[in-house]
Nanobody, 124 residues
């Protein structure tokens, strides 16, 4: 029903910026809350940022608030994650995910569809 493809990852120095994109194909994209998650080697996948389907309101985990900005363009079926002031702790595989009808969801199990991920590496 929904396929997600991430892009925009890469290698950056600490303090730098990256912009991730997630292109969706399928049906009823506008009815999904979209989220970004990340997973570092040996660690659990964790919520990074979300954006609600009904009003586009963003929400973030505390450690990225003020540094990351999530946005969506429903006309383009695309969600973005602008990452500024990157830290080594941000190094991870970043995944785009979709939660049908969800509002303010942050759990991995809340999300119905997942992309294959894009790697973000922050050097110091």
């Amino acid at each position: 029903q929904l396929q997600l493809v991430e892009s925009g990852g890469g290698l950056v120095q600490a303090g730098g910026s990256l912009r991730l994109s997630c292109a969706a194909s399928g049906y009823t994209f506008s009815s999904y809350t979209m989220g970004w998650f990340r997973q570092a080697p040996g660690k659990e996948r964790e919520f990074v940022a979300g954006i609600k389907w009904n009003n586009g309101a963003p929400y973030y985990r505390d450690s990225v608030r003020g540094r990351f900005t999530i946005s969506r363009d429903n006309a383009k079926n695309t969600v973005y994650l602008q990452m500024n002031s990157l830290k080594s702790e941000d190094t991870a595989m970043y995944y785009c995910a979709a939660d049908f009808g969800g509002l303010g969801t942050t759990g991995v199990r809340d999300y119905d569809y997942w992309g294959q991920g894009t790697q973000v590496t922050v050097s110091s």
